[in-house]
């Protein structure tokens, strides 16, 4: 992975929406810093976040947590915890595990590549190679492989 030269941070990359004022947002902050170092391998240039409440402390109230990183689809977690610091809780959690699978979605596998490519028919005798090979010279060999 490449180091990011301004990686996101919640801190930098937080907006407060519908329901939450700008007081809210530094203890929103606190309660999704576990984020930053999920975040972290993107740019925060092309990273936003966005925390919303819909009937706060009311019975039906919904939090809604949205993503959006540049390149990737938005991502939206949503709770409806009656506990607004739990339903914040829900929506981090479930924002880290949804980024968590697209890191994984777009991280090549360990030898995906010898997996596609098919297996020769024939089988060669192992002592042919070696025939044609030059023979190792002693004086040359490692300390390793004494």
Do not use: Y
Request: with cysteine; aromatic share 4%.
């Amino acid at each position: 992975m490449s180091a990011v030269a301004n990686p996101a941070t919640v801190a930098e990359c937080l907006r407060v929406g519908a329901g939450f004022s700008q007081g809210d947002r530094n203890w929103i902050a606190e309660q999704f810093v576990t984020l930053d170092a999920r975040l972290a391998s993107f740019h925060a240039d092309a990273t936003e976040l966005e925390v919303s409440v819909k009937d706060r402390e009311a019975r039906g109230q919904k939090v809604t947590l949205e993503c959006w990183i540049a390149g990737r689809q938005k991502i939206v977690t949503t709770s409806a915890e009656e506990d607004l610091h739990a339903a914040l809780n829900d929506v981090r959690d479930d924002l880290r595990r949804r980024l968590n699978d697209a890191k994984t979605r777009q991280e090549p596998r360990h030898n995906k590549h010898l997996r596609d490519l098919p297996q020769p028919q024939n089988e060669q005798d192992p002592t042919e190679d070696q025939e044609r090979l030059p023979a190792a010279d002693p004086t040359r060999a490692d300390a390793e492989t004494v």
